[in-house]
């Protein structure tokens, strides 16, 4: 394979040349990838850096995915305009549960090593964590440019964001690492655990970045925005949602998500293969052509769906249509569900609906639609 297949992608391996010498030293490397609980879901664009991760296991390296269920806790400032909202324990342990299942979709299990890192930092003592602060200078903290800007806006930063990067270096400590994966935003991050490990006496990680993988709507690609593909969403979301690519989009993602180019040939055609691509990776092909048939039928022609989802209809007469909505998964919260309605996107039996109570008899054996590709049939 080489190092050209390692590094594919890349947009910074440092410093230069260290990956070309540890892979020299004739033993497998251990290759650590982070990733923070801060939603139930890992999404294609967490998915970048767990292709580089597979990329290492198939030369025979080892995978060390750490799940933040500590780091979480804290909230990584990292590309943060304010300090992340702090999730509850049960939040967290929930999340932490379903994400080994999901980084498996591209991840060698046997060369997987997975790790909690509230194994080692739930440990740390008072002295342990003022021994760690005293690795990099807050001066050295404050010429990130988050913190920078938010220093300029005299914006609040608070201590526990100036210890993120320090207890993220600190995992590279426990698990010795020799390279560390992340994205763009994660560079100094990456950078304090080589520094970190220096100080604890170990060989320093190589730091390796890619790029964020930029949804349909130019944001980078978030679960808290919603602008995202979980690597397990059901088949017909994953396919749709994929559709959603503007044309100038589709050579980055055919690039970073199928690693090839973009196809010659018409742009729709290519969207098609790529989501094709996308939910047979996850849950094979005839999901992918069970998924592209529904989009077909759905939203390119328009027709309701051969086979609808049930729900009882509720007792209260009115029905609330934001709880009907969120309760049933046609919309993640209930002001999810009114966002919906108020942009004429949901419809009862084809007609847009405007209210949000709606009569009982109105909704009995009725069929919802929310958006192009969620229905439901009230019983």
């Avoid at 739930?122 to 903290?141: E, F, N, Q, W």
């Amino acid at each position: 394979m080489g190092i050209a297949e390692l590094t594919r992608n890349a947009v910074d391996v440092l410093p230069a040349g260290e990956l070309e010498r540890k892979l020299k030293l004739g033993r497998p490397l251990r290759v650590k990838l982070g990733i923070d609980v801060t939603s139930p879901d890992i999404h294609i664009g967490r998915a970048v850096q767990l292709q580089r991760m597979r990329a290492f296991q198939d030369e025979g390296h080892t995978g060390v995915l750490i799940i933040g269920d500590y780091t979480t806790r804290i909230g990584d400032p990292s590309g943060r305009s304010a300090e992340r909202p702090v999730l509850s324990d049960e939040e967290i342990d929930r999340s932490a549960k379903t994400y080994l299942e999901q980084a498996m979709v591209i991840l060698d299990e046997d060369r997987t090593e997975v790790r909690y890192n509230g194994e080692w930092l739930s440990t740390l003592s008072y002295a342990d964590i003022v021994r760690l602060g005293r690795v990099i200078t807050v001066a050295r903290m404050l010429e990130r440019d988050d913190f920078s800007k938010r220093m300029a806006a005299q914006e609040p930063i608070s201590v526990s964001e100036l210890l993120y990067p320090l207890m993220q270096a600190y995992d590279s400590v426990a698990i010795e690492s020799d390279v560390e994966l992340g994205g763009t935003d994660q560079t100094y991050n990456l950078l304090a655990g080589r520094e970190v490990m220096q100080a604890y006496g170990l060989e320093p990680q190589v730091a390796l970045t890619t790029p964020l993988l930029l949804s349909w709507d130019g944001e980078k690609m978030s679960s808290s925005v919603g602008n995202n593909i979980p690597l397990l969403a059901p088949p017909e979301e994953m396919f749709g949602r994929t559709m959603r690519i503007p044309d100038e989009q589709l050579e980055e993602w055919w690039r970073l998500v199928a690693e090839e180019p973009v196809p010659a040939g018409e742009p729709m055609e290519a969207k098609l293969a790529l989501a094709r691509f996308i939910v047979a990776r996850s849950h094979g092909e005839e999901a992918a052509r069970e998924a592209e048939e529904h989009f077909t039928r759905v939203v390119r022609q328009g027709k309701v769906p051969e086979e609808i989802p049930e729900a009882l209809l509720p007792d209260d007469d009115p029905v609330h249509l934001p709880r009907l909505l969120a309760d049933n998964g046609l919309a993640p919260s209930t002001s999810e569900a009114r966002r919906l309605i108020a942009q004429g996107a949901l419809r009862i039996d084809g007609e847009v609906a405007t209210e949000l109570d709606v009569p009982r008899q109105r909704l009995n054996q009725a069929v919802l639609q929310a958006g192009k590709r969620r229905f439901l049939r009230l019983t």
